[in-house]
């Protein structure tokens, strides 16, 4: 049998893209969790992914994979049984990875510092992540998921932390970012998204997550 062995943390939004898309596609592996603490980190994350030191890492059959939107394609292309994750058409591949990369590369950096920073910065944070999020708001329009009508595919599980991690923390620190009057496909999607069955059980707890970010926000 396979060995599959994902390194992840239980807070974090991209080692749990990988546990949601391993659960979708109905894979079995070991789950190790690390200690991303100053200095605490595993001799085996270290040498597993050298150049981020980061998880999630995926570990097939001996060999390393890092960086969750390269793990999910490596999960796509080596398990294809199970629902896809990424579309068939050439066209819409290209559309699911510009979205996945749109949201760790704008969304996320934004929704973070909306959320982290206080007075007229944070204020324009917020306006400037709002302007962001709309596009997702747009590509929503008729759907219930970005991957489709009834698929989650790998926008949606990228844009986790969108539907998860920033409503805990934006709530925590008393931001109305993302309302059901300035984004009602969003949060649609949202409920949809978290109460999905491969999700729902991937998701951390809203209880310890909320303290966490507390400690971490403070
Ligand atoms: N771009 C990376 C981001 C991964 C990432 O930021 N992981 C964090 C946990 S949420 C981490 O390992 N941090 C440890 C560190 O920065 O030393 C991905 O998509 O996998």
Known sequence: MAEVKVFGFWASPYSRRVEMALKLKGVEYEYIEEDLGNSNKSPQLLQYNPVHKKVPVLLHNGKPIAESLVILEYIDETWKDGPSILPKNPYDRAMARFWAKFIDEKCVPAMWKACSSAGEEQEKAKEEAQELLKFLENELKGKKFFGGVDSIGLVDIAANSVGYWYVIIAELVGLKLVTNDNFP???????????????????PDREKLTEYFRAHLT
């Open 185 to 203: 496909n969003l949060c649609s999607w949202m409920d949809e998204y978290v109460n999905s069955s491969s999700v729902k059980e991937h998701l």
